[in-house]
């Protein structure tokens, strides 16, 4: 036991002394069942690092310094993870699970570190005025259920009224999330709706889709992720579900979850908070990382579903520390200046042409009370070989999630004796 | 040389009846508290606390409590994580309907609570063993994760079936939520598990632990020479689920924060526990805190080892964890299948013999 003891002491010794850089921690899982969706972001969440770094020499002058640490989606290992790590000066936590999100809410909130869950975690904590460091522009998951619902309403003629349509889950609070709101919608808009959960790891749906076969809902929507999607997919070709009425979440539209079924899942849909296709950035980050030896992966993720995503989320970090760097004055900024960046943000077209990835986003700005963004989302098709643009942005009804968001924001602050963070104004 | 009897005079049956018999051991098991509450939680970090001890402390006890189940008293269960989640979730909603209660009495009721939980999937136990018995246990697991998904009253209705553990003090000093400090919540898992080992320890070694035993052993000439079944497999299922219950509210309220019940109680949860008192020793206190410790501290060891001080790619380093970790298990296994308590006490032969061991 001494012995190992050794070894940890040596391993966090060795994690050394915080330095002058901008350091960005990538909780990442390229490990077990849901590796598939987290490599690809995972790379685009470094590579677009390691491309300000190779090209511009960092951000405002200060190189960024990622410190990777491998969660295996699991949240003890998260939580490891993320008091290995917080040490270092870690300016904001992107851990890519709503189940780590949860834990490291409280945590991240109590040190001051930001936290960007980006169209995942806690919904409600968009709501700013009650968590004051975690942010989660542009959209999250009450808007994705709320426009794939706008999206449905708009090609049935406006009304949904008789129709049916089932919610198929991740049994895990990240699938859990849009119930409230597909519930208040299915009130509003007449539709039933029924929910069929699917235990982690997502491999075993037969049960789920011989229902699915049964009742001949309507349209499927899923909140899928992991092995899951790709399952969902393959039940749903042997269902003979027809799959332009299955609806994916952003989380369940990916090019590893139809790749497989290939022709066969043509015509599934899923939505997209961020735009797809060739962006000049890719060419960039091919010359200034990749031939560099710089790549986080092996490479050959550049432009899929989830690498975009993953530069995305980059790149919002990115321009927060440089709306940080020019609040505070200083290049070298710490978490509590990189919250004021993140509260300042504004996102432009003019902005993300000049970066390199035009309309990859919607425009948006972020408040001290409105830490959600927008909330749009695009929808996209897979026609067989890739994933196509229907729609431009959709918008949510705010006027359904933004009274849900409140109403569970006020049941943490009340549960956690949480002031006004935004004071009167 | 100094590790004997020889020397050590016992003049009471008291003395004499002691856990630990040999002042060696007795010095050790000493030096070991006053570095538990002496040093310790002077110099802990919050990595410390929160990655590597407050897991071990509350996995031990996950261990102590399985292992009287199924350890002393043969009874098979893989029902571990459902009663870790009836702790929790007792916890989640004893925090949250009486904000004033204490820790130490939440989590004590919360283990009150597992063990009559406990007692009640232990019932078949008395018509049904082994496998069977086994089988029942895992249905235990299935229905409560179930229970606590379907029941939103579980989760006082929130939006995603997350539970959070809001702050809550002992003695003015708080030992849940995000702002307790590290020593507070290291020492607050530490008293549950000196008291809690302390009381099991002695319980085995009672009468009761010999009912148990002989339960185990052969339980149809347990019952001739006069022990009860249900009484002796009753009071273990309660037992051991007071202790497991306590453990999966700790886990839930010091530790995690915030919990799901698929996530953080699912059947992985059975099994960690299960493999801890298999590689630790059944049967044996020293077992439950030798297999937590292997199971909890040792993949954490490799990571910084392989991660931070070697610099390899963290996923490499993961999975290489996974392989050495199971190569382990299995070496341990095949060299002492009777686990790293019998190697202690192995050991310890060896020494008392020494310099002349054979």
Redesign the interface.
């Given at each position: 036991m001494k012995k190992l003891a050794t070894f940890a002491v040596a391993g966090v010794m060795a994690a050394g002394p915080a330095l002058a850089d901008l350091v960005i921690p990538d909780l990442h899982y390229r490990t077990g069942p849901y590796a598939a969706g987290g490599i690809p972001f995972s790379d685009g969440y470094q590579d677009y690092f390691n491309l300000l770094n190779a090209r511009d020499g960092g951000i405002g002058g200060e190189t960024v310094r990622i410190v990777s640490c491998e969660t295996a989606y699991n949240t003890e290992r998260g939580v490891e993870c993320y008091e290995s790590t917080k040490g270092e000066g870690a300016l904001v936590y992107q851990p890519l699970s709503t189940g780590i999100t949860y834990q490291l809410i409280p945590r991240a909130t109590a040190d001051g570190i930001p936290l960007h869950t980006m169209g995942y975690g806690r919904t409600s904590a968009a709501n700013g005025d009650v968590f004051s460091h975690v942010f989660n522009y542009p959209a999250n998951y009450w808007d994705a259920a709320s426009v794939i619902i706008n999206q449905l309403l708009e090609e049935n003629g406006g009304s949904l009224e008789g129709k049916t349509i089932t919610l198929l889950y991740h049994n895990s609070a990240y699938g859990r999330e849009p119930i409230r709101t597909l519930e208040t919608l299915s009130e509003m808009h007449g539709f039933e709706l029924s929910q069929l959960a699917v235990d982690h790891p997502g491999q075993e749906q037969g049960n789920q889709w011989l229902t699915i076969r049964r009742e001949r809902p309507d349209y499927v929507v899923m909140w899928g992720w992991g092995v899951m999607n790709q399952v969902a997919v393959q039940e749903a070709i042997n269902t003979r579900f027809p799959m332009e009425n299955f609806i994916g979440n952003w989380w369940a539209g990916a090019d590893h979850d139809v790749a497989q079924a290939g022709a066969d899942a043509a015509g599934y849909r899923a939505l997209n908070m961020n735009r797809l296709g060739d962006m000049p950035v890719f060419d960039e980050i091919r010359t200034h990382v990749h031939e560099a030896g710089l790549a986080a992966g092996d490479g050959t993720n550049v432009g899929s579903v989830l690498y975009t995503r993953g530069m995305y989320a980059a790149m919002l970090a990115a321009e927060a520390i440089r709306t940080a760097q020019e609040i505070h004055g200083v290049a070298a900024i710490t978490p509590a200046m990189m919250r004021d960046g993140m509260e300042a943000l504004e996102i432009t077209n003019a902005r993300m042409e000049e970066l390199g990835m035009p309309m990859i986003g919607p425009e948006f700005a972020v408040s001290c009370e409105d830490h959600g963004g927008t909330g749009m989302a695009i929808m996209t098709q897979w026609n067989g070989t890739e994933w196509v643009t229907l729609t431009d942005f959709i918008a949510p009804d705010d006027s359904v999630t933004q009274p849900l968001i409140e109403e569970d924001s006020a049941q943490f602050a009340a549960e956690n004796n949480i002031s006004s963070q935004c004071g009167e104004s | 040389m100094f590790y004997r009897e020889a020397g050590d005079f016992k003049t009471s049956y008291a003395a004499d009846n002691q856990t630990f018999p040999i002042a060696f051991d007795r010095y050790r098991y000493y030096i070991v508290l006053l570095i538990g509450l002496g040093v310790i939680p002077f110099v802990i970090t919050?990595?410390w606390a929160?990655?590597?001890l407050i897991?071990f402390l509350i996995y031990a006890i996950a261990a102590i409590g399985l292992n009287i189940l199924t350890g002393y008293c043969g009874q098979v269960s893989l029902g571990t994580g459902g009663f870790m989640a009836v702790g929790a979730f007792t916890s989640y909603k004893l925090m949250?309907a009486f904000p004033g209660l204490d820790m130490v009495t939440i989590t004590l009721l919360s283990g009150a609570m597992t063990a009559m939980v406990g007692v009640a999937f232990g019932l078949p136990s008395l018509r049904i063993k082994g496998f069977y018995l086994a089988v029942a246990t895992l249905a235990a697991q299935f229905f409560l994760v179930w229970l606590f998904?379907k029941v939103p009253w579980f989760y006082?209705y929130?939006?995603?079936?997350?539970i959070?553990a809001?702050?809550r003090t002992l003695f003015g000093i708080a030992v849940t939520?995000?702002?307790a400090e590290a020593w507070a919540k290291y020492l607050f898992c530490f008293a549950f598990v000196f008291v809690l080992a302390w009381i099991a320890r002695n319980l085995t070694r009672g009468s009761i632990g010999r009912q148990w035993m002989a339960i185990r052993d052969m339980d149809i000439a347990a019952e001739i020479i006069g022990v009860n079944p249900l009484k002796a497999k009753l009071t273990a299922f309660a037992v051991s689920s007071f202790y497991v219950g306590i453990s999966g509210a700790l886990l839930f309220t010091v530790?995690?924060?915030?919990?799901?019940v698929?996530?953080?109680y699912?059947i992985i949860k059975s099994f960690l526990v299960l493999f801890m008192i298999i590689i630790g020793g059944l049967g044996s206190i020293f077992g439950a805190f030798a297999g937590a410790?292997f199971m909890v501290?040792?993949p954490?060891?490799?990571?910084?080892?392989f991660?931070?001080?070697l610099?390899w790619d963290?996923?490499l380093?993961?999975?290489f964890e996974f392989v050495i970790v199971g190569a382990l298990i299995m070496f341990f296994l095949i060299v002492e299948p009777h686990g790293l308590a019998r190697l202690w006490s192995l050991a310890k032969e060896k020494l008392r013999l020494w310099p002349f061991p054979h």
């Open positions: - | 919050d990595y929160n990655a590597i897991p949250t998904n006082n929130s939006a995603s079936g997350q959070s809001p702050e939520g995000p702002n530790y995690l924060g915030a919990a799901e698929g996530e953080a699912g410790a501290i040792l954490v060891a490799l990571r910084n080892f991660a931070g001080s610099g963290p996923a380093a993961t999975h």
